[in-house]
């Protein structure tokens, strides 16, 4: 089992840059896909970056690809997602996730390919 604590969130003007951590406690860490996901009020869970177990492979949303790197450093058991160029509409709870089980990234990964979940982090972009 991993436990992922998110941080970073906050309130920023659109054109802003942010980034957020996710460090996480338990034994599996390098052996997981890690992913970022947000969730805007009366909005599904979306995908926003996931990355492979090596950190050689890397999947983003379209409406970020261009904006957004996801990153991981698995001697510190932190997956990081670094935000610019901000746009209001963006504003949600941004989650990480885990999951030890998939050996490879799916090419288009769902909240339901990640079985470990932070408590998200807020994040509000003002216009």
């Known amino acids: 089992q991993v436990q992922l604590v998110e941080s970073g969130g906050g309130l920023v003007q659109a054109g802003a840059s942010l980034r957020l951590s996710c460090v996480a406690s338990?034994?599996?860490?390098?052996?997981?896909?890690l992913g970022w996901f947000r969730q805007a009020p009366g909005q599904e869970r979306a995908l926003v970056a996931a990355?492979?177990?090596?950190?050689?492979?890397?999947v983003y949303a379209d409406p970020v690809r261009g904006r957004c790197t996801i990153s991981r450093d698995d001697m510190k058991n932190t997956v990081y997602l670094e935000m610019n160029a901000l746009k209001p509409e963006e504003t949600a709870v941004y989650y990480c996730?885990?999951?030890?089980?998939?050996?490879?990234?799916?090419?288009?990964?769902?909240?339901?390919?990640?079985?470990?979940w932070g408590q998200g982090t807020q994040v509000t972009v003002s216009s």
């Open positions: 996730a885990a999951d030890h089980r998939a050996y490879f990234l799916p090419s288009l990964p769902t909240a339901n390919d990640f079985e470990n």
């Open positions: 338990g034994r599996t860490f390098s052996n997981s896909i």
């Open positions: 990355i492979s177990r090596s950190g050689g492979n890397t």
